[in-house]
């Protein structure tokens, strides 16, 4: 078919051709994805530039793929081609060649909805394609449909490293963060995992600490971003968003309360690793006035593994000379929680130890980032 097509024979001779190769019947997929993807070659190349979308070759094309697609459906059900030659193809001429992103689109879902959607291959095909394309809250939007399937062969995790890299590569600082937020639980499992392969105690370990972990109400969860999120920025007392996310004032109508409510004795858990109270302070009736650090040469490192130590640390910005080290550690236990804050001298060195975001320490990937709290709160 391919000498045909060089010899520049007609194309009612290749499309001949091609109707009784698969007539008469062939020992294996290989034999029908060459016949199959020969004829897509050549009537792909038959498109005008630019091609015309209602023009006759571009519907001899998708004829041909969908038959392509329904041949390979009928003879091997089953098949699972990690190489996606069919499949990526047809999506790539949708999309690339004719500029028909709905359609190279309903390709992708009809691809997912088969046994190939039971692989990360396939799903990061097609995300790749998206963001080829530009078409970043697109793909985005894939990555937030698909990390939560249990995929073959270990692809669920693949898949959440593939999320936190597209958005360290074309996210703002709050889509990573929110990426990291989700994977976090997908990557710590697969860790447990892998401890599990190698080293029952210190797994059973990692099980009990994880379900021993309490439950976080929504007031928690904002003082975690409060301490952890650089770019959380809080609302004034006495205000609410508008619909154009501007604050507006509404103190006035709650000035007739005697008293705000007291805060949930948890929402200052994640603060504590920020400020250090005096030691061995006399007891006494007035209150002890705590150190406050203004986290102004200062870098969060979360994603840490309950075996990395300050001095694991140390040594990973050995270079950039530390000041000091806060360990993330729980209040009552004494336990680590999994994140860190390093103090440097310079803006220097806080920008370089940014710079090393994505780190692997002990198997797990760092988030590392510059300490940003809010102006004015004295915390860290």
Not at 242 to 267: I, W
Not at 288 to 309: A, I, N, R, S, W
């Amino acid at each position: 078919m391919r000498a045909l097509e060089r010899l520049n024979g007609s194309d009612d001779e290749h499309a001949a051709l091609a109707d009784r190769a698969l007539a008469a019947g062939m020992q294996n997929v290989e034999d029908y994805m060459l016949v199959l993807l020969a004829r897509a070659d050549c009537l792909r190349r038959q498109l005008s530039t630019p091609p015309d979308i209602a023009s006759e070759a571009v519907t001899k094309l998708r004829a041909w793929f969908r038959r392509s697609h329904d041949t390979i459906t009928q003879y091997f059900p089953d098949l699972v081609e990690s190489s996606l030659r069919l499949p990526s193809y047809w999506a790539h001429v949708e999309g690339v060649v004719l500029d028909d992103k709905a359609a190279m689109r309903a390709v992708w879902e009809e691809t997912v909805k088969g046994p190939l959607g039971r692989y990360y291959e396939t799903w990061l095909a097609w995300t790749t394609m998206e963001r080829q394309l530009r078409q970043i809250p697109q793909a985005r939007s894939l990555f937030k449909r698909c990390y939560s399937r249990k995929l073959e062969e270990g692809g669920q995790l693949a898949l959440a490293y593939e999320w936190l890299r597209f958005e360290r590569e074309e996210g703002s600082a709050e889509d990573l963060f929110q990426a990291t937020l989700k994977v976090d639980p997908i990557i710590e499992e697969a860790n447990v995992a892998a401890t599990a392969a190698t080293n029952q105690p210190a797994a059973a370990a990692a099980r009990a600490a994880a379900n021993n972990a309490k439950k976080l109400s929504r007031e928690e969860v904002k003082a975690m971003r409060r301490a952890h999120d650089p770019n959380f920025k809080e609302r004034k007392p006495g205000t609410k968003r508008d619909q154009n996310g501007q604050e507006k004032d509404t103190s006035h109508a709650k000035r007739s309360k005697a008293k705000e409510a007291q805060p949930p004795p948890g929402d200052t858990d994640m603060a504590e690793a920020r400020t250090a109270a005096p030691q061995d302070q006399p007891s006494t009736s007035q209150p002890v006035e705590p150190v406050l650090y203004t986290d102004q040469h200062t870098v969060f490192v979360k994603g840490l593994g309950f075996d990395v130590h300050e001095e694991d640390l140390r040594r990973l910005f050995s270079k950039l000379g530390v000041k000091s080290i806060r360990m993330g550690k729980d209040k009552f236990t004494g336990a680590l929680r999994g994140f860190a804050y390093v103090d440097f001298d310079t803006d220097e060195a806080v920008q370089k130890a940014s710079e090393q975001d994505g780190t692997v320490v002990n198997g797990r990937r760092l988030f590392i980032a510059k300490s940003a709290p809010p102006s004015g709160s004295g915390r860290g």
